[in-house]
Structures are given as structure tokens and as C-alpha cells.
T-cell receptor, first 111, second 117 residues
Framework: GQQVMQIPQYQHVQEGEDFTTYCNSS?????IQWYKQRPGGHPVFLIQ?????EVKKQKRLTFQFGEAKKNSSLHITATQTTDVGTYFC???????????FGQGTTLQVKP | KAGVTQTPRYLIKTRGQQVTLSCSPI?????VSWYQQTPGQGLQFLFE???????NKGNFPGRFSGRQFSNSRSEMNVSTLELGDSALYLC????????????????FGPGTRLTVL
């Protein structure tokens, strides 16, 4: 079945440093979603990417969808302590309607 | 609109017991999905209901079951609990329609934290 690899699993950064998490699929994706889960919270939708090579920005967050639609990245510029949490990518499993979540990247930010 | 609500928020059970968790989706959302979240396995898809029908199922044993009512509220049941069932159970609703290849934003509830002793 559909699998998605997300790296790294953990990232510790100093406040102000940049952070990037990557999501890779062995198959071409129709779209990809990104979610953020704060410690003790629940996943919250950030964005959905659909087009090949698409780049979307939300303030300090930049999301990219690869040209081959097999990978995606989330980049945070100048991290803040409010960025702490686990970032998940989620991809559709074929045409089943199921969303498969990556293992997540947990970001820790040292003030 | 009110968000997704889940009850109870916390639950402690012993091995062999059964448990029922409840989820009320956002008004107007007909798709409800359930996920199990554990530190080791991450977010694992359990099943999805749409208009009272189970439309998708993950790779979980038959002890895990669910249903959806006409008002889109959903319940999941776990019978014969095992220690490994301890997890955060998350429910998510979406505006996802009848077409299986349309993927909409999932709105997650706060989850039910189940501890099996």
C-alpha cells in the first residue's frame, strides 16, 4: 500500500535558526497535505499542495511540492518557540479516500 | 461553527474490557475518520465513515469497529482490550464528498486518551 517517508524524525534548533522537514513517496501523488500538532494537542491542517512544483508561503512557512509530485518539503525561516510541535505530511492512498500520515518530524526550539 | 468534539477525553480500562468512544463532527460534515496515535506508530488510520457507511478501513483487527449515525455522529468500539491498545484516539471530520478522489482538510477533535491496564 501507499507509504510515505518523513525525515528527520526529530530536530532541535536554536531559536532563530531555520528548519526543514521532508516527505517522500515512491509513487506520484495527486496532492499532499501538511498538519501541525502542538504538544498535548491535536493535528491542525496547515495547507494542501496540488500542482507540480507548487510553492506556497504562510508567513515564515514555505511549502513546496516536487516537480515529479513524489516529494514535498516544509521550511520554517527563523524559528520561534511557538513553532514547537510535530509536523506531519499526509498523502492519499490511491483513489480510496484514505489519508496516510507520515511519521512526523518533531521540532524542538531552544530559546 | 463548533469544532469536532470527542467524549470521553480520558479513559482507563483493564485488559479484556470493551470501550466505546464518541465523536461529533463539525455541522455539515458527512465524512468522519478515526485514527490511533501512539509514540511508536504515529498516526494510524482506523476507518472512515461517510453517510452512515464504512467507506475505508485500515489494517486493524476486527476488535476495532465503528458506526455512524444519521446525524453524522460516530462511535468506535474496541472489544477485548489489550495493553497495546493504549493510545490517543483521534476523530476527524471533513467536507469530503461522495467522490473518493477528492481530499479535503481534516478537522481533528481533541482525542480520547485510552489507557489499558
Amino acid at each position: 500500500g501507499q507509504q510515505v517517508m518523513q525525515i528527520p524524525q526529530y530536530q532541535h534548533v536554536q531559536e532563530g535558526e531555520d528548519f526543514t522537514t521532508y516527505c517522500n513517496s515512491s509513487t506520484t501523488l495527486s496532492n499532499i497535505q501538511w498538519y501541525k500538532q502542538r504538544p498535548g494537542g491535536h493535528p491542525v491542517f496547515l495547507i494542501q499542495l496540488v500542482k507540480s512544483g507548487e510553492v506556497k508561503k504562510q508567513k515564515r512557512l514555505t511549502f513546496q511540492f516536487g516537480e515529479a509530485k513524489k516529494n514535498s518539503s516544509l521550511h520554517i525561516t527563523a524559528t520561534q518557540t511557538t513553532d514547537v510541535g510535530t509536523y506531519f505530511c499526509a498523502v492519499p492512498s490511491g483513489n480510496t479516500g484514505k489519508l496516510i500520515f507520515g511519521q512526523g518530524t518533531t521540532l524542538q526550539v531552544k530559546p | 461553527k463548533a469544532g469536532v468534539t470527542q467524549t470521553p477525553r480520558y479513559l482507563i480500562k483493564t485488559r479484556g474490557q470493551q470501550v466505546t468512544l464518541s465523536c461529533s463532527p463539525i455541522s455539515g460534515h458527512r465524512s468522519v475518520s478515526w485514527y490511533q496515535q501512539t509514540p511508536g506508530q504515529g498516526l494510524q488510520f482506523l476507518f472512515e465513515y461517510f453517510s452512515e457507511t464504512q467507506r475505508n478501513k485500515g489494517n486493524f483487527p476486527g476488535r476495532f469497529s465503528g458506526r455512524q449515525f444519521s446525524n453524522s455522529r460516530s462511535e468506535m468500539n474496541v472489544s477485548t482490550l489489550e495493553l497495546g491498545d493504549s493510545a490517543l484516539y483521534l476523530c476527524a471530520s471533513s467536507e469530503q464528498g461522495a467522490r473518493l478522489n477528492s481530499y479535503n482538510e481534516q478537522f481533528f477533535g481533541p482525542g480520547t486518551r485510552l489507557t489499558v491496564l
